[in-house]
């Protein structure tokens, strides 16, 4: 699907496999292609004299492959977020293309950012003066929604903390691991999409068009501060997490040391009375206690003397 977003109109235009001879009306200033077809993908080409990006050209990880300039226009492929209302978000390649037309964005999914951009829109249409302008503020809406995330991922880390140190007695332990293991991975996706963010902010400023633009200058200077303050905000969560991951797993080998200490204890403690028991129970003749009446009191007496001597001892040298 073809998304275009029009000068001073509220509202995009929606266009799905367009005929032959189809135009881009004069005034459109972004060009989001949502899951396109190759029908849509020619049709785009054919306009802009220029290629669209594969999603197969997308994926690719180099640098130069993400970032760099052909047939007089800048291509910016990063990876964002989606899927943020989950625990665990998802990332995916967004390819934007920025020339002397409209803004092209190239997506095959639906980051929060994109919805959130084209209400902005319908609510302040000067917002979309021309495609760098749209640029920032679409980098805008997705460093807001990024943060979002961060604060939602901040709060799960704390329920968790609030679970380990609280009231450790009554946490389960494997839970909170998993837990932590979710947070860990989300927090490795949202700093390397802000990683990408911040190096396609920097590579554009290579672009001649953005010194055009006077205004994106300050705007893309607030949006480099506020990159490095998110990716300060997501390093110390990383910390964080690795620590409670570490007391968790400190935690529940003092659980299981008690649990053993008290086995441990409880076999020294019943030495005694079954090494009495097992002399007693041996069948010698010449053993005289055993014909007399006090013979079977004192055994058991003799037994519960020498558990009890050792459980005292324990508590004497605090062992217990």
């Known amino acids: 699907m073809i998304r275009l977003f029009q000068s001073c109109e509220p509202s995009p235009t929606e266009v799905s496999d367009p005929p032959d001879g189809w135009t881009v009306p004069d005034a459109t200033v972004w060009i989001d292609l949502v899951e396109p077809s190759r029908t849509e993908e020619l049709a785009i080409e ?92 679409l980098f805008e809406a997705i460093i807001d ?3 979002d995330v961060i ?18 007695g009554k946490t ?3 839970r909170a691991i998993k837990r932590l293991g979710v947070a860990q991975h989300a927090s490795s996706r949202i700093s390397d999409s802000l990683t990408g963010i911040e190096r396609a902010l920097t590579f554009i400023q290579l672009d001649s068009r953005f010194d055009l633009h006077p205004e994106a200058g300050e705007h893309h200077r607030s ?7 998110l990716q300060g905000h997501i390093g110390g969560l990383v910390q964080t997490i ?9 935690l529940i080998n003092i659980e299981q040391s008690a649990i053993i200490k008290i086995f441990s204890v409880a076999a020294v403690a019943f030495m005694p009375p079954t090494l009495i028991a097992s002399i007693y129970g041996m069948n010698f003749h010449h053993m005289p206690e055993l014909s007399q009446i006090w013979g079977y009191p004192a055994a058991l007496l003799a037994m519960i003397v020498s558990a009890l001597f050792p459980l005292w001892y324990f508590k004497k040298r605090r062992w217990l």
């Open 145 to 147: 929604r990024t943060a």
């Open 172 to 174: 389960n332990y494997a």
């Open 151 to 168: 604060e939602r991922l901040s709060r799960e880390v704390d329920d968790v903390s609030n679970d380990i140190f609280v009231d450790p």
């Open 223 to 229: 949006l480099s501060r506020d990159i490095q303050s």
């Open 46 to 137: 054919r306009i802009l004299g220029r290629p669209v990006p594969t999603p197969d050209e997308m994926a690719e990880i180099e640098a130069s492959s993400r970032l760099y300039r052909q047939d007089q226009a800048t291509y910016l492929t990063t990876d964002l977020l989606y899927n943020t209302d989950a625990l665990l978000p998802l990332v995916g390649p967004v390819t934007f293309i920025l020339s002397e037309g409209p803004l092209v964005t190239v997506r095959y999914f639906e980051p929060r950012a994109f919805k959130i951009l084209g209400e902005r829109f319908d609510r302040d249409p000067e917002l979309c003066s021309g495609a760098v302008m749209v640029l920032m503020h």
């Open 242 to 250: 690795s620590f409670q991951l570490s007391a968790a797993l400190g």
